[in-house]
Structure formats: structure tokens, C-alpha cells
């Protein structure tokens, strides 16, 4: 074991891959020398040149497209897309080609394609370098979304995407970058897509997260159980597309209470979606609210450090929405 | 910027009979175009969508490249392209029908969304220019094999450039530009071939762009750029094998531009009455692409009139055939529509 930053194990994940495999390359803006803006790329240039770590035109639709055109014909691009702010002008190529280009051909051509982007707010990005787009894409039949919280899982997802013949959107929460630590195998490991993850066992009630979220939702859990006895699961989603129902519905049916916590703006979030599959499925073992906690429905996370600490969803708000949701 | 002129005529080398399989490949996509219309005044396909008009400077890109090969990326008006790339009158059918066995795409795309793996024609979608980055992403793929030795320069049995096709009204899209560029920064194998027929459904082309020519715009991108009678079999040609030639070579992309046009309603909803006239439209039929191109072969001696009747007629026969066959062939189950949504292998 090492202990990691979740973007050292990032960055482990992609040198692997690109020494694994020789069809595996990099690109987008800034990956080359600069090692991205966030360094998730950085020494791979050195390692591996520029034929295989490629600083893309500024320009994000293309770098998907050029993505798309390269997996089907059999190469396996890891794209970049600087900010996930950023991503839609590739919105079109991501949604209306990757995602539908098996399904249209019948099964006969797939995009094996990651699209990493670094998500979410808290540090001081304002409306544009804050954004949580999962939503947009968890919607779309054909894609993959994978959003980790741990260093371990990061590394042994982000292999596994490399590896999956299919488009997978792979979100990065950037607040966690350096700020989430954890141990992570030394050897060879994937972590499949799809499975959910119990960060915390309890049968109080469930918290559902995911990213920054779930790493913050466990540090609740862990404050509600020491000071005031309440046991709170954890169910770290990982996979938010395809979803892993089963784990969903299995917490829920042991607790009966469900929190869903996410930083995205509250209305058509993808906590929506967890909250809509428990009452469809486990109405009978409702025994509270279903209840979200999210950020506020304003059109982006506000620069002044006082509104954006007011928009963003933090372990104290998750501790007290928890006491609530166990006190009803 | 090239002007015919200046192209070396690798027409004059085609052999008399490649220039008949030609001439063939435009009748069948004639007739089979023409049936197809037939077919959906009858009520019996819902939409089509036409290569009238085109064919000369599609059947001219099949031929310029390594057919079957190279990787193309085509547009719905490409049917003649696609056909001389071997895809079969059949197969078109099977989609126009939206049947389970069409090979484009088991009936879930709407019909010209021409598809093959074993020909190397790629799926695309039906919104215009998504397909000009996936053709510059195949031509990248293809330059990272060559530079790491994962394909040997001349080996012909793999693909060593990607061609795709656009309309000129689609060349306004962002798409089209960033494609360009990537085409230009990397030099890569690539070639778009615009078919520039004046008109976007009702638009024409001066509401595009204030350029006279769509491959004007080459220098922008730092690409080759070159301008050629589209109805013209031989022009189309050597522009475009000359197009080949600097792919192979290493030379980089082109913007290559085909005047032409399309004498026929954009597609089977459109009524082209309410924006040209009746004469712009009779002035360009007596262009025609096949009479053309039927009138040269006979006037250097290759053919004579009962042989392009005899062509025709074989056209005719095949297309009725493809036809019968396609009407027997069965409808996809309804739940067919729940399959291959998540590729389960990876296939290399
Ligand atoms: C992105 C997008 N916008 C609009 C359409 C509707 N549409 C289909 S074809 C067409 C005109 C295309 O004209 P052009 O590119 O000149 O090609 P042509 O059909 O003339 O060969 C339009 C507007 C579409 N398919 N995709
Ligand atoms: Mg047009």
C-alpha cells in the first residue's frame, strides 16, 4: 500500500495504461508539457513523447470528436477536458455521437473513449470553473459516468475505463484532488464500473453520495456516530450510469430513511433519481421523508467565499440534515 | 490552391474497363435512386433522400482511394459513393424499408445512414458535419501507426487515409471548422470532399459564406485546397487522386470542393418549387453526370449506344431483383429495439 493524493492516483492510473497498452493516448488542452492545469498529466510527456501525449487545439467538441474518430477505428483516447465546465461545446459529440454510435450500427462499431474532467465547486472557481454536470450525461443511454471518491477507487476505475469497450465520462472532483488521501494498492487492480460502494456501515438511515460528496458524507457519518449515536450508512455510489440498483435499494430497504446528498443544483440533480427509484421500488419500507440536500437552484456556485460557502453542501450541513432525517 | 490544370491527369490512366464499372456503379445508383422516389410516392418507404445529380464526383471519390479500405465517413446524399465502395443496391433497400436485416443498422436509423465494417464505412448520424472529427480522428488513428510502427507506410491492406463527404451548407458548422484544424496542425491522411450543389434544403449557398468557394477556406486551415466540376467523372478524378496521392505521401489534407447540384427536392418532404426556378433547374439537368459522362465514353469510343442501353438495362434488372428480395426480408421485433446499447467485448 502508498498512501496517495486522489490525483496521484489519477495521474498512476493513466502511466499504467499508457504502458500497458500501446494504443492508449492522451489529449486535450495543456496535457503536453504543462502536465494540465491541475497536473493530473504531468510527467507522462517525459515518459512517453508527444506522439502519445498530445496538447489538443482549444477547442473541446474536437477534442471528443477527434476522440470518437480515433476509438472506433481501434485506438483508446483519454480525453481531457480542462474544466468539466468546459465540456459543453462537446455536448453534441458526447450526447448525440459517442453515446448512440453502437446503438445506431446496430452493435457493429463502439467507442472505447474516456472523457476525464475535473467537476465541482468550493474552491473559488465562481460559475464557471464549479459545475457539476453529471446530471446532463447520467441521462444518456450509451454513456458511462463514473465519479470516485478515493484515491483506490480513482486508480482502479479509471484503468477500468481505459479498458471498457464503451464511452465512459469519468468526473474528477477537483476540491479532492489534493485534499482526499487514502491507501492504494501497490500492484495491478481494476474496480469494476458499475458496483456501488458501503463506505459506512449503519442501519439508521442511508446517505447517498458521490465524489467530493461521498468523501464528505463519510466524515458526517463518522461525526454523527461519536457524538450522538446515530448509525448512518454511506452508500458511495462510484457509478451513477449505470447505476447500481441493487446496492441502492438493499441500504434502503435495511434503514427505510434515505438523505442524498450531491452539489449540484437541487432541481432534476441526479439525487432526483435515487429518490424516484426508492419510491417506486421500496415504498413499503419508507419510514421518513426521502430527502435531498444539494446545492441551491442558482444558474452557478458564486465567487465571494461567503456565497459559495452558503451554495455548497459541507460535512456540517450533511451532520445536521442527518440528525434531522434520524430525529423524524 | 489547385486548379485542374495543374493536377497531373491520373484519369488518363484509368483503364477502359474501370471507367465502364463506373459508368455502371452511377446507372445503378441512378435507377435504384429513381425507384427509391417511386417507392415513396407509393407510400411504401416514408422517407428518401437523393444522390441525384452527385454521382460523378462520388463515384470519382470511390475510385481515387483504396476502395474498401481507406476509411470513409460519407453523408446521407452519398449513396452512389457507397455503392461503388461495394456497399449492395440491397443493402440500401433494407434500410429505406427499415428492415431487421439492414446491415447499415438493423432498422433503427433512418435510410442513407450508410454503415460497414467490412468496407470500412463508418456510422454517422444524421446531424450534419459530426462525422468531419470522426474522420479526422480515424486520419489521427492512422498517422499514430504509422509513427509508432503499428502500420507499415505501404501496406495496402490497411487503411491510409479517411475520406469523408459534407454538403457545402453544413461546412457553417463548428464541427467542420475544428476538424479542419486538427487536419491542418496534424497534417493528417484526411480528405473532405464538400459537395457543393448550391443549396442547404432552401438556403443557397451566398447565405453560407461570403467566399465564392468553400475551398477558399484551405488556407485558413493550412490544408490543400482544390475546386473541380463535380459532374464531370474525370475532373472529379484526378482532383481527388491527386487529393489521394498527398495523403499517402504524407502531405497532408485537403479541401476538396465538387460544383454540382442536385435536380431533385432536397429529400422526400421538401418541395423545392418555393425557392428556384424551374429553368435553373432544366439549365443543370442537361448537365447530367451520367449523360456526361455516357457521352465521352462513346465519343472516345469505348462504348456505343446500345451498350449504354444494354448497362442501363442490366441497372434495371438488379434493382427490381434487390427490390423483391428486400420485400421478403422480415421487420425487426418490436423489443428489438432494447439491444446493443452497452458494447459488451472489445474488439480491437
Ligand atoms: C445539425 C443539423 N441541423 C439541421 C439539420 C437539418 N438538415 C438536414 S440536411 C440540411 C441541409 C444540408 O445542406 P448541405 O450541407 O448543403 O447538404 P445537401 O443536403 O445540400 O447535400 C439541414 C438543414 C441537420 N440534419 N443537422
Ligand atoms: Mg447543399
Redesign the interface.
Given at each position: 500500500m502508498t498512501e496517495m493524493t486522489l490525483i496521484q492516483a489519477i495521474t498512476a492510473a493513466m502511466d499504467e495504461e499508457l504502458a500497458r497498452d500501446?494504443?492508449v493516448?492522451i489529449t486535450g488542452e495543456d496535457v503536453g508539457v504543462r502536465g494540465g492545469v491541475f497536473r493530473a498529466t504531468m510527467g507522462l510527456i517525459e515518459k512517453y513523447g508527444p506522439?502519445r501525449v498530445v496538447d489538443s487545439?482549444l477547442?473541446e467538441?474536437?477534442i471528443?470528436?477527434?476522440?470518437?474518430?480515433?476509438?472506433?477505428?481501434?485506438?483508446r483516447?483519454i480525453c481531457e477536458i480542462q474544466f468539466a465546465d468546459y465540456i459543453f461545446?462537446a455536448f453534441?459529440?458526447i450526447v448525440?455521437?459517442a453515446a448512440?454510435?453502437?446503438?445506431?450500427?446496430?452493435?457493429?462499431?463502439?467507442v472505447?473513449l474516456v472523457i476525464r474532467a475535473p467537476y465541482g465547486g468550493g474552491v473559488g472557481g465562481g460559475l464557471y470553473h464549479s459545475q457539476s454536470v453529471e446530471a446532463f450525461f447520467a441521462h444518456v443511454?450509451?454513456l458511462?459516468v463514473v465519479i470516485p471518491s478515493t484515491p483506490h477507487d480513482a486508480k482502479g476505475l479509471l484503468k477500468a475505463a481505459v479498458?471498457?469497450?464503451?464511452p465512459v465520462l469519468f468526473f474528477e472532483a477537483k476540491k479532492g484532488y489534493r485534499s482526499i488521501r487514502g491507501d492504494v494498492p501497490d500492484g495491478e487492480y481494476l474496480v469494476p464500473i458499475g458496483p456501488a460502494r458501503i463506505a459506512r456501515e449503519g442501519d439508521d438511515l442511508t446517505v447517498y453520495a458521490y465524489g467530493m460528496m461521498a468523501h464528505y458524507a463519510t466524515i458526517a457519518a463518522d461525526m454523527v456516530r461519536e457524538q450522538d449515536g446515530i448509525h448512518a450508512e454511506v452508500v458511495d455510489l462510484r457509478t451513477l450510469l449505470?447505476l447500481d440498483r441493487e446496492t441502492v435499494l438493499a441500504s434502503y430497504r435495511k434503514t427505510g430513511k434515505a438523505l442524498i446528498v450531491y452539489e449540484d443544483n437541487l432541481t432534476g440533480g441526479f439525487g432526483a433519481e435515487i429518490a424516484a427509484l426508492l419510491a417506486e421500488h421500496a415504498f413499503e419500507h419508507m419510514d421518513g421523508p426521502i430527502r435531498r440536500l444539494a446545492g441551491p437552484d442558482v444558474p452557478g456556485v458564486p465567487f465571494a467565499h461567503s456565497m459559495q460557502e452558503f451554495f455548497m453542501p459541507n460535512p456540517e450541513k450533511i451532520a445536521h440534515a442527518i440528525r434531522d432525517l434520524a430525529a423524524y | 490552391m489547385t486548379t485542374a490544370a495543374e493536377t497531373r491527369s491520373y484519369a488518363a490512366q484509368l483503364t477502359r474497363d474501370t471507367l465502364i464499372e463506373m459508368y455502371r456503379f452511377m446507372v445503378v445508383s441512378r435507377r435504384l435512386d429513381e425507384r427509391a422516389w417511386a417507392l415513396h410516392r407509393q407510400g411504401k418507404i416514408a422517407f428518401h433522400i437523393s444522390a441525384i445529380g452527385h454521382e460523378a464526383c462520388q463515384v470519382a471519390a470511390a475510385y481515387a482511394i483504396n476502395r474498401g479500405v481507406d476509411y470513409v465517413f460519407p453523408y446521407y446524399r452519398d449513396l452512389t459513393l457507397a455503392l461503388a465502395l461495394g456497399s449492395a443496391p440491397q443493402d440500401f433497400l433494407l434500410g429505406a424499408f427499415g428492415k431487421a436485416t439492414d446491415p447499415y443498422s438493423g432498422g433503427r436509423q433512418m435510410p442513407s445512414h450508410f454503415s460497414s465494417r467490412a468496407l470500412n464505412i463508418v456510422s454517422g448520424s444524421s446531424s450534419v458535419a459530426t462525422q468531419i472529427p470522426h474522420a479526422a480522428g480515424a486520419a489521427f488513428a492512422i498517422k499514430y501507426r504509422l509513427q509508432r510502427g503499428l502500420q507499415a507506410p505501404d501496406d495496402a491492406t490497411q487503411p491510409r487515409l479517411a475520406l469523408t463527404c459534407i454538403g457545402e451548407g453544413s461546412t457553417s458548422q463548428g464541427e467542420w471548422y475544428e476538424a479542419m484544424n486538427w487536419a491542418g496542425v496534424h497534417r493528417l491522411p484526411f480528405i473532405c470532399l464538400v459537395q457543393n450543389n448550391y443549396y442547404a434544403i432552401s438556403v443557397p449557398y451566398d447565405q453560407q459564406s461570403a467566399l465564392p468557394n468553400v475551398a477558399d477556406r484551405a488556407p485558413a486551415f493550412g490544408v490543400h485546397g482544390v475546386v473541380f466540376d463535380g459532374n464531370d467523372v474525370l475532373a472529379s478524378y484526378d482532383a481527388l487522386r491527386a487529393a489521394v496521392e498527398r495523403a499517402y505521401r504524407g502531405e497532408g489534407a485537403t479541401l476538396a470542393e465538387a460544383k454540382t447540384y442536385r435536380p431533385v427536392p432536397h429529400s422526400s418532404d421538401d418541395d423545392d418549387r418555393s425557392y428556384r426556378t424551374r429553368e435553373e433547374v432544366e439549365e443543370w439537368k442537361r448537365k447530367d453526370p451520367i449523360l456526361r459522362f455516357g457521352s465521352t465514353l462513346m465519343e472516345r469510343g469505348l462504348l456505343r449506344q446500345d451498350d449504354l442501353n444494354a448497362i442501363d438495362a442490366q441497372a434495371r434488372a438488379e434493382v427490381d431483383a434487390a427490390l423483391r428480395d428486400t420485400l421478403a426480408a422480415p421487420d425487426p421485433a418490436p423489443e428489438d429495439a432494447l439491444g446493443a446499447v452497452y458494447a459488451t467485448e472489445d474488439t480491437p
Open positions: 500501446e494504443r493516448f506522439q487545439p477547442a467538441l474536437s471528443v470528436g477527434i476522440g470518437i474518430g480515433a476509438a472506433v477505428v481501434g485506438l483516447p461545446p453534441n459529440q448525440g455521437e448512440r454510435f453502437y446503438y445506431r450500427s446496430n452493435g457493429v462499431w463502439h472505447p443511454p450509451g458511462k479498458r471498457d469497450p464503451n449505470p | -
